[in-house]
């Protein structure tokens, strides 16, 4: 039940130090917090749904949630707090569409901000050469995605998954199939408007506050609140041509997907996935895209795939290709997850691993974790496939130390009752191991979507950057006010 699921979470003592310092006496916090001139307002009831994510294995109330009407109202509540000084132990956490796993969006007893309530508003489109829109950081992708194609244009870079808010996604990177050619979603925006865990609105870009620029993208909240971003875009295509080939070796399946990353003029697409079935028998998946322009006629997109097909050396019988548009495309997991959702399978605890593995790993960490640790794929999809990170530029965001790397997804759902191989310790369990592994041997490997329950860790997690993010937390966020679900500092007090 949920009493065990948030021992899960908190189990360690760092964990719920740096979540729980005690806040101000409630009451009157309610009474000081209502006293705040907003133009949105401030809920103290029905806040029980921000005690948890997508995840649903952490579960931590908070006192008050805050629906901010405009940037001033998250700066006037922050600024407040701040000026309560280290003794409130109050904290603040931006809730986007709240899809991390890790408890990462939750305030244990501090104010939620709701960021959906600032979406909405007219997003400014700028057409041209360089075209971008500049939205709300509590935008949903796929309203961005429907607005642009209006235009015709469209952003560069996704996530796997469009009902996720801006500020969410630039807060860790965004990657899916598109990140080989445009690099993340965090190296495609222009400019940010951000209010700090001081309560100052600061604008910034690479020219303009670059430290605060960067710091905040892939900054897991640290540094600051995103409520504008300015989104670059480029001219929308019509339809995708889809396609699936299968391998049953697995160095020739990620010799054809760096084949593929190492021309970008090629597919437009490129993901992949594991199978094991029951048998203990593993296949991998190469998923591939090429985006076709209004422009083009089919005859002449069947040339280039067939070319580039060719080079290719998948077991011939399984090729699998269809057409969809763009739109039912980016958004096809929507679609799964609402099957999910009637089936009463989308609320369940998801303990996901997400990993990024040096190319010079790849294969002792395939050898060890598909066939060993992993016997089946039957707690859901495995995802696998390379990035080129010369597309990856002064974020904070920590990759290996090689340029090629893969991303691991293990997307896991648990039956919450069970014991067995599909309940959440087993899971759980399983991704110990895996990561054991990789420590234990040395891979380089990294975790996306990071989460530790010691400072340590974390020092270990950014190596040579721990340094400079540090500094830039005690610069931006000196009370550590801000993200304390993400569990790196300790809210001063
Ligand atoms: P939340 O969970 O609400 O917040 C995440 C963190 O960011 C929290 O620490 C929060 O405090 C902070 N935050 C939120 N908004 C702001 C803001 N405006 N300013 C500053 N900080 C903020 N990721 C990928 O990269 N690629 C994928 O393909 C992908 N697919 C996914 C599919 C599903 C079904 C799910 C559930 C997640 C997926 N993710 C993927 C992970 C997802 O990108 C992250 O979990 C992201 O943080 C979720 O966005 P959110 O709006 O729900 O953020």
């Not at 931006?94 to 796993?101: D, F, N």
């Not at 194609?149 to 469009?162: A, F, I, R, V």
């Not at 900054?219 to 396609?243: H, Y």
């Not at 548009?325 to 999910?340: A, C, E, N, P, Q």
Request: hydrophobic share 35%; glycine share 8%.
């Amino acid at each position: 039940g949920s009493i065990q699921r948030e021992n899960l979470c908190s189990n360690h003592p760092f964990a719920i130090s740096t979540l729980s310092t005690p806040p101000l006496d409630s009451s009157i916090l309610h009474l000081s917090l209502k006293m705040l001139d907003l133009e949105g307002h401030l809920n103290f009831d029905n806040i029980s749904h921000a005690a948890k994510d997508f995840g649903n294995i952490c579960h931590y109330l908070p006192s008050a949630i805050l629906h901010p009407k405009s940037v001033t109202d998250i700066s006037t509540t922050i600024k407040y707090i701040y000026d309560l000084g280290p003794s409130s132990g109050l904290t603040v956490a931006a809730r986007g569409h709240g899809h991390s796993i890790e408890g990462q969006a939750l305030a244990h007893q501090g104010v939620i901000v709701n960021m959906e309530s600032l979406s909405g508003k007219n997003m400014d489109f700028h057409t041209g050469n360089a075209p971008y829109v500049d939205v709300s950081g509590g935008e949903l992708w796929i309203n961005i995605l429907q607005e642009s194609l209006e235009k015709g244009l469209t952003p560069k870079s996704w996530t796997d998954y469009l009902h996720l808010t801006v500020g969410g996604t630039l807060s860790n990177a965004g990657v899916s199939g598109q990140a080989f050619k445009h690099g993340p979603q965090i190296n495609n925006v222009y400019q940010l408007e951000v209010v700090t865990g001081t309560g100052n609105v600061v604008n910034c870009s690479e020219n303009q506050n670059a430290d605060l620029f960067y710091g905040v993208l892939g900054g897991l909240g640290q540094f600051g609140i995103i409520t504008k971003a300015r989104i670059a875009l480029e001219p929308a295509p019509i339809m995708v041509r889809w396609i699936r080939v299968l391998y049953s070796d697995f160095e020739t399946f990620t010799s054809d997907q760096e084949h593929v990353i190492s021309s970008p003029d090629s597919f437009d697409y490129v993901e992949g996935f594991v199978i094991i079935n029951r048998t203990g028998k593993t296949l991998f998946c190469l998923e591939i895209a090429k985006y076709s322009y209004r422009h083009q006629d089919s005859e002449s997109i069947n040339q280039i795939i067939d070319a580039e097909l060719s080079k290719l050396n998948y077991i011939p019988s399984t090729l699998f290709e269809s057409e969809v548009s763009y739109v039912g495309f980016l958004d096809r997991v929507h679609i799964s997850g609402m099957k999910l959702r009637e089936k009463g399978l989308w609320d369940v605890p998801h303990p996901w691993l997400n990993l990024l593995i040096p190319k010079r790993s790849i294969h002792d960490f395939a050898q060890q974790v598909f066939g060993k640790i992993l016997t089946d794929t039957s707690n859901g999809p495995i995802l696998i496939y390379p990035v080129d990170k010369s597309k990856w530029e002064k974020t904070s965001m920590v990759t290996p130390d090689e340029n090629i790397f893969y991303l691991v997804a293990f997307l896991s759902s648990a039956i919450p009752s069970s014991t067995g191989k599909d309940g959440l310790q087993h899971i759980l369990k399983q991704n110990k191991r895996i990561l054991n592994f990789c420590r234990k041997a040395r891979l380089g490997v990294k975790q996306y979507l990071p989460h530790y329950h010691s400072q340590e860790r974390w020092k270990d997690h950014f190596g040579p950057q721990w340094e400079t993010f540090s500094r830039k937390k005690s610069t931006y966020d000196p009370l550590a006010i801000l993200a304390p679900g993400q569990r790196i500092f300790t809210r001063a007090g």
